[in-house]
């Protein structure tokens, strides 16, 4: 039974659970086995996208649940513009809430998050770590997202999930692959859906995809099948409950009542991962269950066939190897065989072609160097015949660059769209077939066996079998080429080991014993007969040839010819030629030389050439042409036809019947004796026409051989110049495809900048319309490039004014006419400038004019905003003239009365506290004027916390009647009663009233004092 190829294994591997005897370097380690599954962690899901996937990704994010964390990785890789700062970032942050990075080299994958891929980067995961790498290919062959899941598959086998999203090419189909052949999962985004569906139709024609759904269905079934997976996995198929042991095997039954193929030989552990992937990816718990499904259910058992056979291949899969069979085995297979020799290679489970192909181009590039022509027969065969027919087509996505050199690709294979063909020197050495290796009989006398990777799932008994018909197929020292995980284990006596580490070895002993390879027949040798093609007629020159045939016979000959052209084909027959010619068993044909008689074929073949290609007739005499048992004698002429409205290369071949010589029988015994000098004459007669028959073919073939060396020359020279020219196209192709995706990507996003910026504008113009702000924007050279509704109440503006000078157009202000020179000086000065002006219907703006500074900080013009500040004005006036009639009142006001700010300091006084103190009012409005001591009536000091002044601020309230001794520079001693109240007026202030006592019990002293007593009318000078 064949079997695609199996995945890629590290060479130092503990031994399988097979339980085959192997040293410990060589055991395989089976794809699916406890120590292949990595170390329980979380699922990490690769995203790739190109041309149109930005959208894609917006959806796939915005389906994500909010509410819930999904306990997985997503990492996005997309084909980005090198030179380029891509905004997918900002995007994808406005629709999930998880945290999203941009990756750094070594940066550690942590669940819940988004990791980005940055420009002119190649990454891949390893050890649950992101790194970044230079690419590897030039621009136009890049192939990121393939690069990242291999690599992702290759960490995390089952914990990878691949989703391909929308893009041109086929980046991505092998990563998916690899992926799958990991036990990963993948889903394609339904081409519909999909902007470009290259990328998406090429990873469905793998027919490996688990879901194919639009981006914003994606999330739902991701989150539902690592739940099923990874989070309440199902229980292992390999260990069933009591009372469902059989049911694998009912699985197998199924199967091979579907496909016809029987896998019980497999490995059960690696059936059992299969089918716990099917499980999940149909979310059914227990096995009785699933074998319920596949029962009720086809296409499923078809899509676990093809999960069983799943394997990752590529072209030369490990380079290394390959690299050892071209140089150790490859020369040995031609080295003891003579040119034209056969040689033949067996590719059993060749999948879809790729290793077959790889053969085929290593022995063609050997044969090349040798210079010497070889029969080469590669059989590739597998059991699954879509793969058989995907290897048939010979055609292959371009992702292969990423495994095939530069000039293998231009020299063996022919692009053609979105993929690359086998070129046909390549095709034609390999034959596909569908066989099983298993039970159908194997092939023969090979030289070269290659079954790399396919008997790592076969159990031991099974590979026991294997062995010696893969002796038995091969010639004495073929070679047989296994995978880097496989080893013949116990059959070291039939084979001998040429290279250990890759797993090469050579036939030995003699051959296998028919019983020892079971009951298979080896193959029958067949062949392609091609079929002789019936000569074309020519219905429209028919009339012609005959009119043309009639006209030469009348004129020169009237027996029994034909016209025939120069491939021997007969276009026109007169007379009766029965004699001559009699038709040929088989398909019916007219070529002249399958009908001629015995006697003929020589002369006619010989004639017919030298006639057309000397121009001349050719006659030949005394012919003895067997004819039912006896032998006539006839005259053969062959002469061109030359008439001008004939067909060039068209030749009348004359039987001219001789009657003067009877007919001699055939029986030797009735010939006469001097018969053997008539034989004689007739062997030399026929001796000469062979020798003329041979210088006319030979001549021919040298001038055909130089026809053809000329052609041919010319030909390699176009060759060379249409491959060069090929070569460039193909690649300006690639770039230019390249660049396309790139700028689709940047398009998108620029897209989206369009977008926000259209948002932003209309956020803005909403902003300054609601504040009733009105703001003029103005270029360099004072010209109106916008402005808002609520500026054409200053300046009369209209919407056709945008580009106009601002100088030319009419303002409203009253008393200002300095607004250009003013905004001409802040453009000069980048020094902004505020003022208050009134427009002539009595309205008041405050005016700010300012430079507009863009993001980088260049001035590109200036800005002007006008607030209407009317109504403050009005405030401002009202108080202004409330504070002049409370100035007015404190002026006349017998009462003396002062102002404090907050700090203390005077600021207003009135005559009549001017008159107390006895201080110039100048002064005592000086900053560093020295306020007097304060006491109290006991005449002990008082503190300022205790003033009323100080209270009344502190305490925001009245305070009345505080007596205080006021001790002035000059000694003098003022007794007062203080009374203050604070002020919210421009800010805190306190208003204090000073009654002077001292005065007062002067003025009532000087009442009780007699006539010419001491006078009191200055109150201060009872204190001097």
Request: charged share 25%.
């Amino acid at each position: 039974m064949a079997k695609r190829k199996g995945t890629k294994q590290k060479q130092e591997i503990p031994a399988s659970e097979a339980g085959q005897p192997m040293t410990p370097v060589e055991a395989p380690l089976e794809p699916g086995s406890e120590a292949h599954r990595p170390a329980a962690g979380f699922p990490i899901v690769g995203i790739g996208a190109s041309a149109g996937g930005l959208a894609a990704i917006e959806a796939f994010f915005a389906a994500l649940p909010s509410d819930q964390d999904t306990g997985m990785a997503f990492v996005l890789v997309q084909h980005l513009d090198p030179d380029h700062k891509s905004i997918l970032i900002d995007l994808v942050r406005k629709y999930t809430r998880m945290p999203v990075f941009k990756v750094e080299d070594g940066m550690k994958v942590e669940p819940n998050c988004a990791y980005i891929i940055p420009p002119n980067r190649d990454m891949a995961f390893l050890d649950g770590k992101l790194h970044l790498l230079e690419p590897g290919a030039p621009r136009g062959l890049r192939l990121p997202i393939d690069f990242f899941f291999r690599s992702l598959a290759q960490d995390q086998h089952e914990r990878a999930i691949c989703i391909v999203l929308s893009g041109t090419g086929t980046d991505g189909t092998l990563g998916l692959k690899a992926v799958k052949g990991e036990g990963g999962m993948a889903i394609v985004q339904s081409p519909e859906s999909a902007a470009y569906d290259g990328m998406p139709r090429s990873a469905i024609a793998t027919g490996l995809v688990d879901y194919v759904l639009p981006p914003d269905k994606m999330p739902e079934q991701l989150i539902a099948y690592v739940k099923h997976a990874f989070g309440q996995r199902p229980k292992p198929v390999s260990s069933p409950p009591s009372g469902t042991g059989d049911a694998l095997q009912k699985v197998f039954i199924l199967l091979r009542a579907r496909t016809g193929h029987d896998f019980s030989h497999y490995k059960q552990n690696t059936i059992c991962r299969r089918i716990e992937r099917r499980m999940a990816v149909a979310q059914i718990d227990r096995i009785e269950d699933y074998v319920r499904y596949l029962r009720d259910n086809p296409l499923e058992v078809e899509s676990l066939f093809r999960e069983l056979l799943i394997g990752v291949t590529n072209f030369f899969r490990d380079p290394e190897a390959f690299q050892s069979l071209r140089g150790k085995i490859i020369p040995r297979l031609f080295a003891d065989k003579p040119p034209g020799a056969g040689v033949r290679v067996w590719v059993p489970g060749c999948s879809s072609g790729e290793e077959a192909f790889s053969l085929a181009i290593l022995i063609r590039e050997y044969l090349d160097e040798l210079k010497e022509n070889f029969q080469v027969q590669i059989f590739a065969t597998d059991i699954d015949t879509e793969a058989i027919e995907k290897a048939r087509s010979g055609v292959y996505p371009e992702s292969i660059a990423a495994d095939v050199s530069p000039e293998r690709l231009s020299r063996f294979f022919t692009q053609e769209d979105n993929s690359y063909h086998i070129n046909k020197n390549i095709r034609d050495l390999v034959v596909f077939a569908p066989q099983d290796v298993l039970k159908d009989p194997p092939f023969s006398k090979m030289d070269l066996i290659s079954c790399r990777n396919l008997l790592i799932y076969l159990e031991v008994e099974t590979q026991k079998k294997i062995f010696p018909l893969f002796h038995y197929a091969l010639n004495q020292d073929g070679y047989l080429f296994l995978g880097n995980s496989e080893t013949i284990g116990e059959f070291i006596t039939l084979y001998a080991v040429v290279d250990k580490k890759w797993k090469i070895y050579r036939r030995k002993g003699e051959l296998t014993p028919h019983a020892a390879i079971g009951p298979y027949m080896p193959p029958l040798e067949t062949g392609v007969t091609r079929r002789q093609a019936r000569p074309g007629d020519k219905p429209a020159q028919r009339d012609n040839v005959r009119q043309l045939t009639e006209r030469v016979l009348l004129e020169d000959y009237a027996p029994a010819s034909l016209l025939v052209n120069a491939e021997f084909e007969v276009l026109y027959i007169h007379g009766s030629t029965g004699r001559y010619l009699e038709p040929a068993t088989g398909e019916a044909s007219l070529n002249l030389l399958r009908m001629a008689r015995e006697g003929l074929r020589m002369e006619l073949t010989a004639g017919v050439r030298k006639a057309l290609t000397q121009q001349k007739s050719i006659r030949y005499e005394g012919l003895q042409v067997k004819n039912n048992g006896d032998r006539s004698v006839v005259n053969l002429i062959i002469r061109p036809v030359i008439k001008p409205d004939a067909e060039p290369s068209l030749a009348m071949v004359i039987f001219e019947e001789v009657t003067n010589e009877p007919p001699k029988p055939l029986e030797p015994s009735e010939a006469p004796l001097d018969g053997l000098d008539h034989q004689l004459t007739t062997l030399k007669r026929e001796l000469r026409a062979k020798e003329e028959y041979l210088q006319t073919t030979v001549e021919e073939l040298e001038t055909t051989n130089e026809e053809l060396t000329s052609a041919n020359e010319e030909l390699q020279s176009v060759n060379e110049e249409l491959q060069s020219t090929n070569e460039e196209l193909e690649t300006s192709k690639e770039e230019l495809q390249s660049i396309n995706e790139e700028l689709v990507t940047v398009n998108t996003e620029l897209q989206k900048k369009i977008e926000d910026l259209s948002k932003a504008n209309n956020d803005m113009n909403n902003l300054m319309a609601g504040t009733n702000i009105g703001t003029l924007f103005l270029d360099l050279q004072l010209r109106i490039q916008r402005f808002t509704p609520a500026t054409t109440s200053v300046i009369n503006f209209i919407q056709t004014d945008l580009g106009r000078p601002v100088g030319d157009i009419v303002s409203r202000f009253k008393d200002y006419d300095r607004l250009v020179p003013d905004t001409q000086a802040v453009l000069d000065t980048l020094i902004p400038k505020e003022e208050q002006v009134q427009t002539r219907e009595g309205q008041w703006f405050q005016m700010l004019i300012q430079p507009y500074r863009t993001l980088e900080n260049v001035i590109e013009g200036v800005v002007l905003t006008f607030v209407d500040i009317t109504e403050q004005k009005k405030l401002q006036m009202a108080v202004a003239e409330n504070e002049e009639k409370l100035r007015t009142l404190f002026e006349i006001l017998p009462v003396a009365v002062s102002v404090l700010d907050a700090r203390g300091r005077i600021i207003y006084v009135n005559p009549a506290l001017e008159k107390v103190l006895d201080v110039p009012r100048a002064d005592l409005l000086r900053e560093n004027y020295r306020q007097p001591q304060y006491l109290r009536p006991d005449g002990r000091p008082m503190p300022l916390e205790e003033s009323a002044g100080f209270r009344a601020f502190k305490e925001q309230r009245l305070v009345e009647h505080v007596e205080t001794c006021l001790v002035m520079k000059d000694g003098r001693v003022i007794r007062t009663d203080m009374s203050a109240m604070p002020l919210a007026l421009q800010g805190w202030k306190v208003v204090v009233v000073t009654f002077d006592l001292s005065a007062r019990s002067l003025s009532q002293e000087k009442q009780l004092k007699p006539e010419g007593g001491h006078s009191f009318e200055n109150p201060s000078g009872a204190y001097k």
